[in-house]
């Protein structure tokens, strides 16, 4: 792969990992707002957050996992396809979290939707700064001397 498709997949990733962290920002302003934030919002996160995983997703394994692949092995890349399926099932729930908000319904206390809400952001958070560790070792690996 040379420089420029490394490099632009690396842009493309930056710009959604940017997205992705500002959802999980739009679902900790959720999480503050339990038991009344705004349902209408909580509407428009869950399609939000919905796209933005699956978009991410997606291009992580289509750019960044074939990279990681060459450079830091298939056991790096496994790790990263077993959170992309824990990921998948989490947002789901998450996503019916919020759907249930946004009809006036909660699913069980306004504290454990909080600590789920906060769960997952956090471990998204997590996730995102290790693939851009990543992505910023590949970048200086691809940089031409």
């Known amino acids: ?17 940017a997205r992705a ?11 503050d707002t339990l038991p ?8 428009r996160l869950a399609i939000e957050l919905d796209t933005t995983v ?8 289509s750019d960044l996992f074939p990279l990681l692949a060459e450079q830091a092995g298939a056991m790096v890349v496994a790790r990263l ?3 992309h399926e824990q990921d998948h099932t ?5 996503v019916r979290a919020l759907v249930s908000i946004s009809r006036g319904r909660a699913i069980g206390s306004h504290e454990a939707t909080g600590y789920m809400l906060r769960a997952y952001f956090l471990a998204v958070r997590r996730h995102i700064a290790f693939e851009q560790a990543m992505l910023a070792s590949l970048k200086s690996v691809s940089e031409p001397r």
């Open 90 to 94: 989490a947002t789901a729930e998450i």
């Open 81 to 83: 396809r077993e959170e």
């Open 21 to 31: 962290l500002r959802v999980c920002d739009d679902l900790e302003t959720v999480a």
């Open 1 to 17: 792969m040379n420089h420029s498709m490394v490099s632009d997949g690396i842009a493309a990733l930056d710009r959604l990992y």
């Open 36 to 43: 009344n934030p705004d349902r209408r919002f909580c509407r």
């Open 54 to 61: 699956a978009v991410v997703n997606r291009r992580e394994e």
